[in-house]
């Protein structure tokens, strides 16, 4: 049973940072890509980044190139997202998810989702 379980989202000033995390269980951390998708209010959910099963192969979305970085810590099965100088466009719900294909960024490309955090920037 895949388990993913977001955290590290809250409310943050314009120009501020946060970190996501991902904490997922070990037998589906350690073989698949994981990534990063958002959906604002009113929009379709968007992919933000993602990192291959050893971390050496990650994709950003270009418009988040700079701003945005995610890693993953294999010996804490855990997903990161460094999220640096927030805009109040960011306000999303962020989703991680699990895919087993190599550098996925569409939405089927994605198996499976956690529940989402919260972030929000006030302006």
């Known amino acids: 049973q895949v388990q993913l379980v977001e955290s590290g989202g809250g409310l943050v000033q314009a120009g501020g940072s946060l970190r996501l995390s991902c904490a997922a269980n070990?037998?589906?951390?350690?073989?698949?890509?994981m990534g990063w998708f958002r959906q604002a209010p009113g929009k379709e959910r968007e992919f933000v980044a993602t990192?291959?099963?050893?971390?050496?192969?990650?994709v950003i979305a270009d418009s988040l190139k700079g701003r945005f970085t995610i890693s993953r810590d294999n010996a804490k099965n855990t997903l990161y997202l460094q999220m640096n100088a927030l805009k109040p466009e960011d306000t999303a719900v962020y989703y991680c998810?699990?895919?087993?294909?190599?550098?996925?960024?569409?939405?089927?490309?994605?198996?499976?989702w956690g529940q989402g955090t919260q972030v929000t920037v006030s302006s």
């Open positions: 990192s291959s099963w050893a971390g050496d192969h990650t």
């Open positions: 070990e037998r589906t951390f350690t073989t698949y890509s």
């Open positions: 998810a699990v895919s087993p294909r190599y550098r996925p960024t569409g939405i089927n490309d994605y198996d499976y």
